[in-house]
């Protein structure tokens, strides 16, 4: 085939778009796209500065504010214009300041009966350790729904026996072996149906619904799991332990640790989350009757607080330029490995999306902003802050709400972009899906719309609660599930360079797409819009720490 003829065919797509389709798919930029996404693929070298060079990204942390600042620096190098880090208050519910927290050190050692190193993450905004500390190990099982009087007798007789102890709080997991590994990719056929039009749910979730027993009435005399840690959570306190122990409760040596809810280090032990082949042997070998001696160093920094940020640069459009796209992820991370899969590749796909259309000389017509949020992990909080600030929400809109044209979320790994779930009418999913449609070659299947404006689990549903189209990306699992969301697992080398140039390549179209359409994308009519979601306290209350 000719050069000539292809751009004949090519030409002859554009103008003519299938019978029954409304949207104007441009062909030939779809191939530019293609073509700079293979050979000029920035993403791992993105992935290299983010993961290796400034992971991990806690919020708060010098770290997270120092990738923000690279990112900015990029994009700008890029072409990209209107660089900035934009502050959010980082704070508690009374306003104090929560503090950046990095951990610097961390040894952990069997003493006796036996000699060996242990392997643990700290659990952020803990305190450090004074020194190296070497005391008995103890294992403490509070009583499962125990009545007031119980648990209070329990407290009485432990209290004394964790006294400057390092201290085993609860049981060891028993983690089966699993016998029938989830898929790594989903099966096509299953996304087909998931995301037809015909016969999606709806919500663009799919899959089978989890069976709700009706649980049995709680007995008002016995407390729930939640009131009985919030007593040995005391009762630690109060003791003076040297360090705690918690047990990680997973295969291979995973690892998940989160934070002290306090976000204050002077309301937590020392606190070590030690992989479950360790906890189990420590606590079987106190079991056995044989004393257990433990040696611990951890050393952890504070950093003054109040403040995160969100990192923000624009491709500024044209004759459209008030109006936005925008596209994003989190740039936080917890801080037990680079937080590669969560979420560095989310911001390096969405960043080398805008780079593929900047380097391709597109003009977008409206504005593409790309969003890299701080504080996800801690409840979706820069996002919230962004929205709150330029946005509003439906019920109490700013100027910039009726400009505003969808927003791309990447947060699942790194598994390929298998379809997405748009916040509005049937017609947003719709124009989204022939947008999406050329790209079923690289595992596109489809978009569904939602109405749902509770938010949760990442930051397109931030978009979605204050009534804006927020598009949540749906992805291959591979490894992410199972092994490197929220793990010390979770680094530069879980990342499949194949499939983020994939997602990076459909994203690039539909923010291209979304960039240049003569509408805005269909959204929800004032009068047609959801409900807001219940105030705070009335919904189901989500631990954060869990996220
Ligand atoms: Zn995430």
Known sequence: M????????????V?????????????????????????????MRTMHYLTDVYGPRLTGSPNHKAAGEWAIKQMTEWGFKNGHLEPWPFVN????????????????FIISPTTDSLVGEVLAWTPSTRGTVTAQAVNIVAPTSPTQAELDAWIAETTPKIKGKIVLVGAPTIVKVNLEPPALRRNDDDL?????????PGDGRGGPGRGNAPAAPPDPTRLNAGAVNTAVNAMIMKAGIAVRLNDAGRDHGQIRAFQNNTYDPA????????????????????????PVTLEFNIVNRDYPGGTSYNAIAEIPGTDKADEVVMLGGHLDSWHSATGATDNAIGCAVMMEAARILQAIGVK???????ALWGGEE????GSKAYVAQHFGTA?????????????????????????GSVFGPPEGAAALREIFKPFEDLGVMGVTATNSRRSGGTDSTTFNEAGLPGIGLQQDPIEYNTYTWHTNLDTYERIIEEDVKKSATSIASALYHLAMRDEMLPRFAKDAMPAPPPPPGQGRGGNPAQR
Do not use: C, H
């Open 15 to 43: 103008a003519a778009a299938p019978v029954g389709t409304s949207e104007k798919i441009d062909a030939e930029i779809n191939a530019k796209i293609r073509a700079e996404a293979d050979k000029n693929s920035q993403i």
């Open 395 to 419: 019920e109490n809109p700013k100027p910039e709400f009726d400009k505003f044209n969808g927003y791309f979320n990447v947060d699942s790994g790194t598994g390929r972009i298998r379809g």
């Open 378 to 381: 801690q409840g979706l909080l």
């Open 364 to 370: 977008p017509r409206r504005t593409i902003r790309v």
């Open 192 to 200: 087909k149906r998931q995301f037809d039009p015909n016969t999606a």
């Open 2 to 13: 000719s050069k000539m003829l292809v751009a004949v065919l090519v030409g002859l797509t």
């Open 93 to 108: 519910a009374d306003g104090s300041p929560r503090p950046g927290w990095l951990n610097e050190r961390f040894s952990g």
């Open 267 to 290: 309301k937590a032990p020392p606190t070590v989350v030690l992989r479950n082949e360790d906890y189990g042997r420590i606590a079987r070998i106190l079991a056995d009757g044989t």
